[in-house]
Each structure stands twice: as C-alpha cells, then as structure tokens.
C-alpha cells in the first residue's frame, strides 16, 4: 500500500488565504486520480501569525512543518506589519522555515505558456516557447550572514550586512543544477559578481570543478550585471542558471516579467532528501486582496512541482501542467495577464473561477 504523505497547508497573509484553497482543491483532485495518498495539517506562518501569536513562525507551525513531506505556502506581508524590526516581521517566518528544514535549493521556472507570449512585456518572438529554470542557493549568502544590524559610529547610523559562503553551499547547490541541467538542454550558465566580490570568486572556482564531473553539461559564467541585461535581451540563450541567494532573488523577479506575469511563476524549495516547500514567486498583493482578482495559477504550478519533485508523481505534475495550458488556450484570465491576443477570445475570470476551470480541464484530459 502507497504510504500517505502529509501536505502542511500554510495559506499565511494577503491573497495567500485566496490562491491556497484553490490550489489544494487542485491537488486534492489529482491525487484522487493518480492514487497518491495525502493528508493535510494547516497552520499559521506570517503576519496572521503574529497577529494570533506574536512569532512569525510559531513553533506549532514548524513542528508540523517538519513532519511533512511538503508545505504549500500562500504568501506572507503586508504594510501592516512593515515598521516591525527586522527579526520580527512575516518574512522571518518564511525565511526561518527555509533554514529549519534545510531548504537549500529553490527552483523557479520560467516557462512561457504559448497562449501568453502576447502577455509578456517583450516582443513574442523573442519568449516564444521559452524555458528557463533558474536554481537558487536559498539557506545562505547575504540574508543569513552574521555579523548583521544597524549600529551608531561617529554619531552616525551604519547599516551592515555579511555575504558569506562556504565550499559545501557552493558545491551541493551546483550539483543540484548540474543534475538538473543534464535532463535538460545540457547548458548551465553560472552567475556571479566575481570581479569584484571575494565571495563570487570562491562560487566561480567551486561550480567550475564541480563542473568536471559533468563533462556532457557545457557551463559558462556570467556576472550578475550582465545576466540581467541578456535576460530581457536575448532570454532563450539560457536554459539552467544557478546563482546565489540574492541575485537569485533578483534574476528570478526579471525572468518573472518575460513570462507576463509574477502570477504565473511556481517555485520549489528543496532539501537534500526530496522535503520540499512550494510557493507562487508573487507576494502578498495587499491592494487586491480579498477582491477574487488574484491569478492563482503559481500556486497550481507550485502544487505540479510538489508532485514531480516530492511526491514521485510526475504524470499527476505533467496533468496540472497540460491542464492550466488548456485553460489559457481557451483565453480564460486573470487581470494580470488579460493583454488582449489576436489568436484567442479573453475571457476575464477572478481567482475562483480560473480555479474551477482547472478543475474542469483535468476532468476532460484522456
């Protein structure tokens, strides 16, 4: 008998408490279908957390997270919560989970649905069946770095933070995208700022021997600057690029835009033995929430990943993914990405609506 997996469900703040529960009617559905046994736990991660507890991430919250074999997140912050101190605002809870559970590799995907090549802020020709995975070192660098804070000097405040990684981080995390790479297009291009940080230099040397066990992956390198620049230039000369947690941060958000929309970006979050947490790339988008405006589709495409990547159950991935694809070529959109198409008829849906369509269209796959 398949053992059943627990799926901790953390829809947390703004139109995180909208997207969540369509998604998992999703994954509910499929996984009825493709006989994949789960069982859900909820908890509170964010602001709402600390509004009811007073800690972003409440130990209740971690505790399940860490006996689940995945978390489906929703999105955390929201002005009310920005003039809390650092430590204590939503994203500590989003970061503290990536830390606990050893979250050290986040996958974004940026794939370009055809129906939406008229969506994107470039020219079609140029995102035209594009698809790029970026891989993001997600437990290190700049956001963890010690020593960090703000101090007075000279009667002046100074902020201060610490980039910092070590051998191993650089080496597990190429490893992951030089594997990746090699179910793909066999291209990796790897991205630093190693023309002038020591810390790049390091990443540079690392994921180059990394690179010689992988003699049928090609790697190149690329500073930061650059990348960004040849990402709205020239997008499909990439295929798998792997940087660290800050620009990865960055480069994910510009890759986001090739695609039309940040409401369409997935990401996974992974550890070494598979756990993984899965979340929409987009935030909390306080000024449409509780409007049934929200696209929900990063978060469906999240839960797709959750199944190819931590649940071994990549025909149920493949069924989302084909599904929302019929969705979109039946012109059904959210307002983020109702451009108007010459080659379909927009038909403007709100969160739950895009939702059951989904659902529908997995109902009618052969």
């Given at each position: 008998m398949t053992e059943t997996k627990e799926i901790?469900?953390?829809?947390?703040?703004?139109?995180g408490t909208e997207v969540v529960p369509v998604a998992r009617e999703v994954m509910e559905?499929?996984?009825?279908?493709?006989?994949?046994p789960l069982r859900?736990?909820?908890g509170l991660v964010g602001g709402i957390a600390i509004d009811q507890t007073g800690n972003p991430l409440p130990g209740e919250t971690l505790a399940k997270a860490v006996e689940a074999r995945a978390v489906l997140l929703g999105a955390v912050g929201g002005p009310k919560w920005d003039d809390l101190p650092t430590l204590q605002r939503p994203e500590r809870g989003l970061l503290g989970l990536r830390s606990e559970l050893a979250l050290f590799a986040n996958l974004r995907p940026a794939l370009l649905f055809a129906p939406l090549a008229a969506?994107?802020?470039?020219?079609?020709?140029l995102v035209a069946d594009l698809d790029i995975?970026?891989?993001r070192e997600l437990t290190g660098g700049i956001y963890f770095g010690e020593p960090r804070g703000i101090e007075t000097v000279d009667n002046e405040r100074r902020g201060f933070n610490t980039y910092v990684y070590s051998e191993h981080e650089i080496d597990r995390i190429a490893r992951v995208a030089f594997d990746l790479a090699r179910k793909r297009g066999g291209r990796l291009c790897s991205v630093d700022k190693a023309n002038v940080l020591e810390v790049t230099q390091l990443w540079r040397e690392v994921v180059t021997r990394v690179?010689?066990?992988y003699p049928d992956v090609a790697l190149s390198h690329m500073y930061v600057d650059n990348a960004g620049m040849q990402l709205v230039r020239e997008p499909k000369q990439f295929d798998v690029m792997v940087t660290g947690n800050m620009f990865g941060d960055i480069l994910s958000d510009v890759a986001a835009m090739l695609t039309g929309s940040l409401g369409m970006l997935p990401s996974a979050s992974l550890a070494a033995d598979g756990k993984g947490l899965y979340e929409p790339v987009h935030g909390s988008a306080p000024d449409i929430a509780g409007q049934d405006k929200a696209n929900p589709l990063a978060t469906i495409l999240s839960v797709a990943m959750m199944f190819r990547?931590?649940?071994d159950a990549p025909a149920a991935a493949d069924a989302i993914e084909a599904a929302v694809n019929a969705?979109?070529?039946a012109g059904y959109r959210t307002g983020d990405i109702a451009r108007a198409s010459a080659d379909v008829e927009v038909r403007l849906v709100g969160t739950r609506e895009m939702g059951d369509q989904v659902h529908k269209a997995l109902e009618e796959l052969p």
């Open positions: 901790l469900v953390l829809p947390g703040d703004g139109i559905s499929v996984a009825r279908r493709y006989d994949v859900f736990t909820e969506a994107s802020s470039l020219k079609p020709e995975l970026i891989v690179g010689g066990d990547y931590s649940l969705v979109l070529d």
